[in-house]
Each structure stands twice: as C-alpha cells, then as structure tokens.
C-alpha cells in the first residue's frame, strides 16, 4: 500500500493464513498475488450492508472479496485495476446493475 486510501472508512487488519483465493469469474484470473497479500495481512474496509464482504486497496488497484471461513476460501468478486477505469467483470456490486449484452 503505497498511498492512503481514497475512501475513508473504519479499515480492520484482515490476515487470513493458508486460505486460498479464487476469481468468481474467469477475467479475474490475473489477480495472482491477492492470495499472497491476503496470507501476510491486509487493510481491509468490511462491507457495511454484506457479512464477510471487504474491500482491499492493494497497490495496483482495488479488490472487492467474500471470506467463507468454513472453507477456508477467499473469493474474489471484483477488481478495478489502477488507471483502467472499470471493475473486471462486472460492478463490484453485481446485484446492482443488469447485465449487458
């Protein structure tokens, strides 16, 4: 993390030892080093209205993650890579939006 974040909120120490990271859809594939920096110990802010939901500033962009402690698996849900301008896949908030074709 090189800056401070952009989006205030009430960040707590997210580290989550030998869990394993896994992209809810194929375009998040890229995001190898997630699992690393989830494994070592993240800032993460939690998602107000969504048990278990984060959002991580990593320092080439943002990620948006569901924790299931019972499998011991992180998934990741969206990511929005630095300068690109739109999260990977879909909104960080799939529900949010519908689809488009």
Do not use: T
């Not at 849900?77 to 074709?101: D, T």
């Amino acid at each position: 993390m090189s800056a401070p974040s952009s989006v205030p909120c009430e960040a707590i120490w997210l580290k989550l030892p030998n869990y394993r990271v896994l992209p809810l859809r194929p375009q998040l594939d890229r995001c190898g080093d997630l699992e690393e920096v989830i494994n070592r110990g993240v800032p993460a802010c939690p998602d107000l209205h969504r048990a278990d939901f984060y959002d991580l500033e990593l320092d080439d962009g943002w990620a948006y993650i569901h924790v299931r402690d019972d499998l011991r698996v992180v998934y990741l849900v969206a990511y929005l890579g630095r300068g690109n301008g739109s999260w990977l896949g879909r909104s960080p908030y799939p529900l949010a939006r519908k689809e488009q074709k």
